[in-house]
């Protein structure tokens, strides 16, 4: 072989390996929007990526995840949504009802894939469960089905209860069915209850002010993604009002809250990681079916129970998935 030859072969396959690195497909990007803050969702995030991982995707190896948190603020999210989009995002990650909405009324294009404790066809999400039909899929866990349940625990803490307050958030979408669920609840058990209503931290504190003036003996707390980010707040504020409270989030208990029921939200986190890796791997969203994450978890807050001169049935502490001591 002639050297020019030679050296014109060995370029050859010297260039290989830098023809087949340029031919590498991009990394995808997951857009993960939520409407709450990232530091109350930290464990729902870490059971997202773990269902990414079941899926055979890691972040920061084999796909990127864009985080975008409107802390509390609806009116952020259409912006957010169209930045995603702006980005030419894989797949956007719309936890919970607010973002997901708005996520779905942004792309048509972009598959989506959502959280909710609402019924997806009747928000118009999806055409149906069976076959979601378009650029749309999800998980739903039970949330809002089970906010009467809820009333009955109260109640069943406190059987001398005659008049329960209802804590909701006037500018969430699901105000009127969590209000109108919640109130038939009441009025099943023979129970008065008052409607409060807060949508800011202000509003939260001159609502629980108002309790002993209404002689309630318990609050249910609406589920609600800016109540999600005060928790903290809800527990100080029923402790220090010596006001038995319920609510959804298992982050109210461990703030020193004294109960919460509701759907695992972070197992819905986990079915919607496995959904977005498979939508990665090439799957439509019209061909997966809304999943239903039926985990639900009762957690009572004993040592909160105890400081509020509360004794606990035993029937209660039996059911109960958590008891924090």
Known sequence: MR????????????????????????TPVIGFLNSASPGAYAINVAAFRQGLKEAGYIDGQNVTIEYLWAEGQYDRLPAMAVELIRRQVTVIA????????????????????????????????????????????????LNVEVAPKRVELMHELVPTATTIALLVNPTNPNVETVTRDLQAAVQNRRLRSHVLHASNEHEIDSAFATLNRLRADGVVIGSDVFFNTRTEQLAALAFHRAVPAIYHNREFTSAGGLMSYAGSIRDSYRHAGV??????????????????????????????????????PLSLLGRADEVIE
């Open 275 to 312: 959904y977005t890796g498979r939508i990665l791997k090439g799957e439509k969203p019209a061909d997966l079916p809304v999943q239903q994450s039926t985990k639900v978890e009762l957690i009572i807050n004993l040592k909160t129970a105890k400081a509020l001169g509360i004794t606990v």
């Open 94 to 141: 719309a936890t919970r009802t607010p973002a997901a909405l708005v996520a779905q009324k942004s792309t048509m294009k972009i598959p989506i894939v959502f959280t909710t404790s609402s019924d997806p066809v009747h928000l118009g999400l999806v055409a149906s469960l069976n076959r979601p039909g378009g650029n749309v899929t999800g998980v739903t866990q």
């Open 3 to 26: 050297r020019r030859e030679f050296l014109g072969a060995l370029g050859s396959v010297a260039a290989w390996p830098l023809a087949a690195r340029a031919q590498e497909p991009p």
